[in-house]
């Protein structure tokens, strides 16, 4: 969640009277970034796959495949799964170990605004709306007592069975955070496999997700440093190694071997690394700049999907009946493009508070200040050694 770490206008070098031009396009403000383009862009493609992977999730559960399209989309859905999470969580850490090892107390702070508190606000939210939505859903539930389907809401929002993923991204970066002040990253990292694989059977309710992906979260940080790295010496060769290393994912999860914890971990490495080279390989083209602009919405596209994508696939049953093309495409687009457009909005709007709060900025507002302007002073003098 680093990318929401400051406002979409500053993150861009826009501020004053430079916002005047954003008639220019949000394209071309991302393209002065640099890097962050395809960081962004590898962020849009992945939550991209979680849309599509719920929306075909809710397709097969429905009944709405056939015995063959069924198997195949069983198989579809199982490569997506063996990589695009472990994905985020690489990405994650990659983009906060500086701050992680830099200020650690402000770190827990960050996350605790960026991924605790979206967690809690959009868990009310859903527990409130619960009862007038639920009857769209494959189970809906009719004449439930409104306090007692709020109580057991809450006590889901409270163990961490609102949203696994946020609740499982703010703990593992906490213990992350306390483990880096006592060992270094590699020896936290494997640490967190050999935790995985000893207690990878037992049933610990919600801290099963938290062992999971930890060692996801602690690769990031490992790559993070050299995450320019991950590239070959030239595009074709970058284009052929990625090709190559989805081909062995795709056969390994064929061949059902990355169900065994060791591969599962290494499938999820081996996806997330192939992501990077093509991502990388595709540069600042209209559609990786576009990508880039849902992955810096990917908070707000992984909270608001479910609304969208449901409105739409029940939209599309009313007027077209279960038709498997359609009902793949269209709610997909919606559940992504739709929060990007709420994401945006709020950019514009200032509410980016309902997804995330800046509590280092809320309550060192003075410092922040102050590291902003080291931060572009930095960035101007570097500019100047550049062109020297």
């Not at 009310?124 to 809906?140: A, K, R, Y």
């Not at 880096?180 to 640490?191: E, W």
């Not at 994912?249 to 997330?272: D, H, K, M, Q, Y």
């Not at 279960?322 to 909005?345: K, R």
Request: proline residues 4%; contains cysteine.
């Amino acid at each position: 969640m680093e990318l929401f770490r400051i406002s979409t206008w500053r993150q861009f070098g826009l501020c004053g009277t430079q916002k005047s031009n954003v008639r220019r396009g949000f394209f071309e403000s991302r393209q002065q970034v640099g890097r962050i383009i395809w960081i962004d862009a590898i962020r849009g493609y992945a939550i991209t796959l979680v849309v599509f992977g719920h929306v075909l999730e809710g397709a097969m559960n429905r009944g709405w495949l056939s015995r063959a399209d069924g198997d195949a989309a069983k198989l579809i859905h199982d490569f997506i799964y063996s990589f695009h999470m472990p994905l985020f969580f690489i990405i994650s850490g990659a983009l906060g170990i500086k701050s992680m090892r830099a200020a650690p107390g402000r770190a827990i702070i960050s996350r605790t605004g960026s991924v605790a508190w979206p967690y809690v606000f959009w868990g009310v939210i859903s527990i409130l709306m619960w009862p007038f939505i639920s009857q769209f859903t494959l189970n809906p539930m009719y004449d439930v007592n409104f306090f007692e389907g709020l109580k057991g809401g809450l006590r889901a929002l409270l163990f961490g069975q609102s949203s696994w993923f946020l609740w499982t991204l703010f703990l593992t970066q906490c213990i992350l955070i306390c483990a880096l002040q006592v060992a270094p990253i590699k020896m936290v990292f494997a640490s967190s496999v050999i935790a995985f694989l000893l207690l990878a059977n037992k049933d610990l309710g919600t801290l099963n997700a938290v062992i999971r992906f930890f060692p996801f979260l602690a690769f990031g940080c490992f790559i993070g440093p050299r995450i320019d790295l991950i590239k070959c010496g030239s595009k074709i060769a970058l284009i052929a190694v990625g090709i190559f290393l989805f081909g062995a994912l795709f056969a390994l999860v064929l061949l059902r071997v990355n169900e065994t914890p060791i591969l599962w971990v290494c499938c999820g490495i081996i996806g997330s690394v192939a992501s990077l080279m093509l991502v990388q390989c595709i540069g600042t083209t209209r559609v990786n700049l576009f990508m880039a602009i849902c992955g810096a919405a990917s908070l707000v596209v992984f909270l608001l999907h479910p609304y969208f994508h449901g409105t739409a696939r029940a939209l599309i049953f009313w007027g077209m009946g279960p038709s498997i093309w359609w009902q793949l495409a269209i709610p997909t687009v919606a559940g992504v493009v739709g929060p990007t457009l709420v994401f945006l909005g709020a950019e514009r709007l200032g509410l980016q508070w309902i997804f995330r709060l800046d509590l280092n900025r809320l309550i060192w507002p003075h410092n922040e200040e102050q590291n902003v302007g080291r931060k572009l002073g930095s960035a101007q003098v570097g500019e100047g050694h550049h062109r020297g």
